[in-house]
């Protein structure tokens, strides 16, 4: 106690008497700060420059569904591990704006208006840091869309249900598209979960968007460098990209892990997102080999903020190695 306080008081009489700080009184009645700086974060892939737009974080109590194929315990043991609540999950979501050069590229849009207000803030938060980092919805060239869940697609809106990005052209998986906008499709759910997820889609894209998308292949260039890669599992149509420019790249994998710590230290457990988990599984695992051989830096949606970094072997899996963040571009 006393200790602490003659060091307390030594510290006040230091900076009280450095020249540097001349108006330096201790300030210990300022309010503690209630809000973090916008989150959005900027590297360059050769020539393009990427932009990881925060859409905000969800946390839940860990359910006994959450990994399909294990025990609740060992989940917890590996939230454990990774020094993470035991009982409790944080689900991230970091949409992408890409400069190209030429074009302005949206990759998936967060969670939404609805969300941002039902959570508090908590998520949607794309629109206000997308703003907060310079940038105008009405600029947007291209949105680009990886899959149908609400996570990407529901950020297409806005609070009134207008378009969000007025002037950008929807792109959207043909896979998936197709799938989704199937009312055969629709009529044979019998899941809640996924029953939910189709009416979703018909409220984007059919009362939303009025159905003005553009479809597109896999294998094909969604933007200028933006190269659209099969990785189906998560949904039928789930897309992955890879961004290049020049000798330069970066694979943007959408979905085909969640939480690092979980899915990408155990390719073999199934989230219960995944729709089909033995083809997300195989995806996981092909996809992940390919990043190790390549040495190639990832960009994950739903890794913590900024979200990126590259992947190495640990084991029966494997471990994200998180960028370093570099307070220049
Ligand atoms: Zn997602």
Not at 208 to 234: C, I, N, R, W
């Amino acid at each position: 106690m006393e200790l602490t306080r003659r060091h307390a008081l030594a510290g006040a009489a230091a900076l009280a008497a450095s020249p540097l700080l001349p108006n330096s009184t201790a300030k210990a009645a300022a309010p503690l700060a209630d809000k973090q700086a916008p989150s959005f974060y900027r590297y360059k892939v050769g020539e393009a420059q990427v932009n990881v737009i925060s859409d905000g974080v969800n946390t839940f109590p860990l359910g006994d569904s959450f990994v399909l194929n294990v025990k609740k315990d060992e989940v917890s043991a590996a939230l454990d591990k990774a020094f993470l609540p035991k009982d409790r999950m944080s689900v991230h979501f970091s949409p992408l704006v890409i400069n190209t050069g030429g074009k302005l590229v949206v990759i998936d849009t967060g969670n939404g208006p609805g969300a941002f207000a039902s959570s508090k803030g908590n998520v949607g938060q794309f629109a206000s840091n997308l703003t907060a980092a310079g940038f105008d919805p009405k600029n947007v060239d291209v949105v680009v869309i990886s899959h149908f869940h609400g996570d990407h697609i529901n950020g297409l809106l806005t609070a009134d249900n207008t378009l969000a990005f007025p002037n950008a052209e929807v792109l959207v998986p043909a896979t998936e598209w197709k799938y989704f906008m199937d009312d055969g499709e629709m009529s044979r759910q019998t899941i809640d979960r996924m029953k939910g997820v189709f009416a979703n889609a018909r409220r984007v894209f059919e009362a939303g968007l009025k159905k003005k998308v553009t479809p597109y292949e896999m294998g094909k260039d969604v933007a200028p460098g933006v190269q659209a890669v099969a990785s189906f599992g998560h949904t039928p149509g789930h897309t992955s990209f890879i961004l290049s420019s020049g000798s330069d790249k970066v694979f943007i994998q959408s979905d085909v892990t969640n939480h690092p710590s979980l899915f990408v230290a155990n390719p073999g457990w199934h989230l219960m997102f995944d729709q089909d988990p033995a083809m997300a599984e195989a995806t996981r695992r092909k996809i992940y080999d390919m990043l190790v051989a390549d040495r190639m830096r990832v960009q994950g949606f739903h890794y913590p903020f900024p979200a990126n970094g590259y992947v190495e072997k640990d084991g029966n899996g494997y471990r994200l190695v998180p960028a370093p963040w570099s307070p220049v571009i």
